[in-house]
């Protein structure tokens, strides 16, 4: 099994684990945090193996990145409000 399948097979597990969690409303403030953290996994993963940007150097990697982290950031402030 290659890397990317082995990745992809990661974001489903991660993206199921996500579902439970909010479908068997196991949701508490330590579970938000874990599910923003894996969910900016989640988007760093398909921005470094996916888009290909991780032998990138510069603001081409960093750009999504960051934009990724504000999003999930507002997220949790968002949940808090």
């Not at 579902?19 to 938000?32: E, R």
């Not at 504000?70 to 949790?76: E, P």
Request: charged share 15%.
């Amino acid at each position: 099994m290659d890397k990317l399948t082995k990745l992809w097979l990661g974001l489903i597990v991660l993206t199921i684990f996500a579902f439970l969690v909010g479908w068997l409303n196991f949701i508490s403030d330590t579970m938000l945090i874990i599910l923003l953290l894996t969910t900016f996994m989640k988007g760093q993963i398909v921005i470094d193996y996916f888009m290909d940007l991780s032998e990138v150097e510069g603001k081409y990697r960093f750009i999504p990145t960051i934009w990724l982290g504000v999003i999930i950031f507002l997220i949790g402030i968002i949940y808090y409000i």
